[in-house]
């Protein structure tokens, strides 16, 4: 039972184009949402966050936007650079869950020159 | 500022042994939480240690269970090797002040199970 789910397995851009990546939830306890970037051979990387008390938080080239009534979240990489190119975690923690990070199976990215 | 650290970086063990794992925390970091990613799959969350005792527990057996030492690094221990355990152990550090925090990942261990 997935309580964090990207159903995209992966996606290609266009370098300079704007990259998508989706993320659902199904745990209505989640409060804190998180996206992770994974380079292979290295441990994810925190990227930015959103609490559920807001919709969108920008950080760079990086925007995560949290949809509550869908249980939906986006981040949105605007331009795509070639070394975006990863494996993209989004993850949910609940409260009063001492910061247990629940994880979905990741979406790869290729940013293509 | 000194990030995570784990050790060591690749494992080989054969099933029915017994496996210790290592984590120093981030600098500044009290809390060390456990995760394991098999492949193709994102982190699992084991477990997390904050002032040395285990402070939330995901879905694994006793057989997984850890330490944190005063200087907050942390081990990981898993008894009786299975098949499945085999996946990448990673550590993450975070300063739990009693709000949402960032954690913040080592390179992880490779475990293989033979």
């Known amino acids: 039972d997935q309580q964090v789910k990207q159903n995209s397995p992966s996606l290609s851009v266009q370098e300079g184009r704007i990259s998508i990546l989706n993320c659902d939830y199904t745990?209505?306890?989640?409060?804190?949402f998180l996206w992770y970037k994974k380079y292979p051979a290295e441990g994810p990387t925190f990227l930015i966050s959103?609490?559920?008390?807001?919709d969108k938080n920008e950080d760079g080239r990086f925007t995560v936007f949290l949809n509550k009534s869908a249980k939906h979240l986006s981040l949105h990489i605007v331009p795509s650079q070639p070394g975006d190119s990863a494996v993209y975690f989004c993850a949910a923690s609940a409260q009063g869950s001492q910061g247990n990070l629940i994880f979905g199976k990741g979406t790869k990215l290729s940013v293509k020159p | 500022e000194t990030g995570v650290t784990q050790s060591p970086t690749h494992l080989i063990k054969t099933r029915g042994q017994q496996v210790t794992l290592r984590c120093s925390s981030q600098?500044?970091?009290?809390?060390v939480s456990w995760y394991q990613q098999a492949l193709g799959q994102g982190p699992q969350f084991i477990f997390q240690?904050?002032?040395?005792?285990?402070?939330g527990r995901g879905n694994f057996p006793p057989r997984f269970s850890g330490l944190q030492f005063p200087n907050y690094s942390s081990e990981l221990n898993v008894n009786a090797l299975e098949l499945d355990d085999s996946a990448l152990y990673l550590c993450a550090s975070s300063n739990r002040d009693g709000s949402y925090n960032e954690q913040f990942f080592g390179p992880g261990t490779r475990l293989t199970v033979l």
């Open positions: 745990n209505s306890m989640f409060d804190y």
């Open positions: 600098s500044g970091h009290n809390t």
């Open positions: 240690y904050y002032r040395e005792e285990e402070n």
């Open positions: 959103i609490s559920s008390i807001k």
